[in-house]
């Protein structure tokens, strides 16, 4: 089945900076890619997500790229703000609907003033 | 984006004791249902695929007499916690997602705390 993995599990950034966190997958057939952010105690939350036929894709402050060669994608936020303080998932699956998605082990994102 | 319910969003029982917690999507068709459980600063893990008008797919290790999941109608799924122990304490979360779409929408979560 499909692993992911996600680098690094904690990141820590001045208000301002930018930050990066990093997924690998192993499944060659996982063509969908999403990002969540999840606040303490509350649902997860798509923030963006990309597909297998792009290779970067923008929404304001949020980018994410994706390299299917080296089967890993990373999101970027810039300019972050204390309110980007969250834990950010990334996850893959093949996609279709109903095919389970494979989360990432979690970065805790740390914004600090 | 769709619109997905779930509660109770907290819920305290008796050790022993069962416990039902609903899923229901609002403005959509949810096809495929799933049920996460999430231990503190922790990651989801999947406990199973809920599919509407079929018997769920549980992920290995997961308990299917004890985690009973029903997805009786496109817009509902329900997940019962059955004779409840205090190692179930856990945050579980439902997600769902329409026919053909690979995004999946979240629930707001159910804090269950047994004790």
């Known amino acids: 089945g499909e692993n992911v993995e996600q680098h690094p599990s904690t990141l820590s950034v001045q208000e301002g900076d930018s930050a990066v966190i990093k997924c690998t997958y192993s499944d060659s057939a996982s063509n969908y890619f999403p990002w969540y952010k999840q606040e303490l105690g509350k649902r997860p939350q798509l923030i963006i997500d990309i597909r297998s036929n792009v290779g970067e894709k923008k929404d304001q402050r949020i980018a994410v790229t994706l390299n299917k060669t080296a089967k890993h994608f990373s999101l970027h936020i810039t300019e972050t703000q204390p309110e980007d303080s969250a834990v950010y998932f990334c996850a893959a699956t093949m996609g279709g609907g109903g095919n389970k998605l494979t989360f990432g082990t979690g970065t805790q994102l740390k914004v600090e003033l | 984006g769709a619109v997905v319910s779930q509660h109770p969003s907290r819920v305290i029982c008796k050790s022993g004791t069962s416990v039902k917690i609903e899923c229901r999507s609002l403005d959509f068709q949810a096809t495929t249902m799933f049920w996460y459980r999430q231990f503190p600063k922790q990651s989801l893990m999947l406990m199973a695929t809920?599919?509407?008008?079929?018997?769920?797919?549980?992920e290995q290790g997961v308990e299917k007499d004890k985690f009973l999941i029903n997805h009786a109608s496109l817009t509902l799924s329900t997940l019962t916690v059955t004779s409840a122990h205090p190692e179930d304490s856990s945050f579980y979360i439902c997600?769902?997602?329409?026919?053909?779409?690979?995004?999946?929408?979240f629930g707001q979560g159910t804090r269950l705390t047994v004790v």
């Open positions: 809920s599919n509407e008008g079929s018997k769920a797919t549980y």
């Open positions: 997600s769902a997602s329409g026919q053909g779409k690979a995004e999946a929408f």
